[in-house]
């Protein structure tokens, strides 16, 4: 067994009071070979910027700025994120999803997205059937 010790002893990473961190399954479950390195950018920037349940309101013109991309390259970075089934979006709110097989991937990728839907596909969900 490798015995593995801190480089800077003094600066070993807690999670921090605001809450914020990435999941090593990101890595391990190869979610991260689904995305552009912009969809991977944007991804670590809401994972910084959530909340405790992964909500963010930051606007797409901050988002944007802070990370050096035009609209159209941030809209398709965020397709990306929500085809990976890693985040939802509904206008203005992000929320990054849990990992684990019961987040919302199996939600329909409308309701991902934040269009509305049927109240068929709500019943359908409901009743435990795919949207």
């Given at each position: 067994m490798i015995c593995k010790y801190p480089i800077c002893p003094d600066r070993i990473r807690t999670i921090p009071e605001q809450f914020s961190w990435v999941d090593h399954r990101l890595v391990r479950d190869r979610h991260i070979e689904l995305l552009s390195h912009e969809a991977a950018a944007f991804y670590l920037f809401l994972v910084t910027v959530t909340d405790c349940q992964g909500l963010s309101y930051y606007s797409d013109a901050s988002v944007g700025r802070r990370?050096?991309?035009?609209?159209?390259?941030?809209?398709?970075?965020?397709?990306?994120?929500?085809?990976?089934?890693?985040?939802?979006?509904?206008?203005?709110?992000?929320?990054?999803?849990?990992?684990?097989p019961a987040s919302c991937r199996n939600e329909a990728p409308a309701r991902m997205s934040g269009q509305p839907s049927s109240l068929k596909e709500i019943f359908r969900h409901l009743a435990g059937g795919t949207p």
């Open positions: 990370l050096g991309m035009d609209e159209p390259s941030l809209a398709k970075a965020r397709e990306g994120l929500l085809r990976a089934g890693l985040v939802a979006f509904r206008k203005p709110l992000y929320q990054v999803l849990a990992l684990d």
